[in-house]
């Protein structure tokens, strides 16, 4: 068949830039779809400059930028016009470093904030209450004992998705079974590490193994070391303890004292 150009002259070029990309992808801009709606029968080229004097090499994988395409005629005729590649930046994500916490079961997480793009926080293994998931720097609460995982995922446009991963280790409130408050500074107290910052204001009460009580502080600071209520030493033996915490948590164990 022969095309017949009945109107002489440059042709009718038509450019429909082609999709947006991620700035990790290309483009093929010998799609039909990008030319569609031109003259009938033009011979398509594709060039780095507007003068049609430097070659595309790879059309069909072109990255972001700006090109040209030329569409001549058979009689010799042409327009170059301009098509773009535009591009969303492929986004980063970096969580935080890991973090280890004694009976503590909240913190304020420490994620970069996107330069491109917006983030947002979920839990991936354990829990996790965030105050506000979209906030790198954000606070989460009701974390539970042992690890709990969390994923830091930034989207930005069409790019794939960027996912970095921060683990919080909660250990369980550590309860000693044994002070030796002889003056050295080894075991000198009863300390319940994470007591403070879980608990909040605790009660202490310890009994001795008749079931009497022995010594009692509502307000207790992790600084009982075998006196008992009129600040006289316990003799050497195995008493039993229960705390009572403002947030509503009881515990109970038993502790030797050895001088």
């Known amino acids: 068949n022969v095309v017949i150009n009945a109107r002489p002259g440059p042709p009718d070029l ?6 947006t990309i ?6 093929n801009l010998t799609d039909p779809e990008i030319t569609e709606g031109s003259d009938e029968g033009l011979i398509f080229t594709y060039w780095l400059d507007a003068e049609g004097t430097d070659t595309l090499e790879n059309p069909e994988a072109a990255p972001p930028g700006v090109y040209y395409i030329k569409g001549t005629t058979t009689a010799g ?33 420490d994620a970069d904030v996107p330069v491109v793009g917006t983030g947002m926080w979920s839990v991936t293994k354990g829990s996790g209450t965030f ?9 989460v609460s009701d974390l539970v004992v042992n ?6 995922t930034v ?7 960027a996912v970095d991963y921060v683990t919080i280790t909660i250990n369980d409130l550590v309860v000693p079974t044994l002070i030796t408050p002889n003056g050295d500074p080894y075991n000198e107290y009863f300390i319940l590490r994470g007591l403070e910052e879980t608990l909040g204001k605790t009660e202490l009460v310890i009994f001795d193994r008749r079931g009497l009580q ?7 600071r992790n600084d009982w070391n075998g006196l008992d209520d009129n600040g006289k030493e316990l003799p050497d033996d195995t008493y039993f303890w229960i ?12 502790i030797v004292i050895r001088r």
Do not use: R
């Not at 038509?14 to 999709?19: A, E, L, Y």
């Not at 690890?147 to 830091?152: C, G, P, S, V």
């Open 131 to 139: 105050s506000d998931e979209n906030d790198p720097k954000t606070f």
């Open 147 to 152: 690890e709990n995982i969390l994923a830091w």
């Open 14 to 19: 038509v450019i429909n830039n082609p999709d």
């Open 22 to 27: 991620c700035s990790n992808q290309t483009a």
């Open 77 to 109: 005729y042409f327009t170059i016009k301009q098509v773009i590649v535009a591009a969303d930046q492929m986004p980063e994500a970096y969580a935080g470093g890991d973090v280890g916490m004694d009976y503590i079961f909240e913190l304020q997480l």
């Open 155 to 161: 989207t930005n446009g069409v790019c794939p998705p």
């Open 214 to 220: 022995v010594f009692h502080d509502e307000n207790y």
């Open 243 to 254: 705390i009572k915490a403002s947030n509503g948590k009881s515990l109970s164990g038993y």
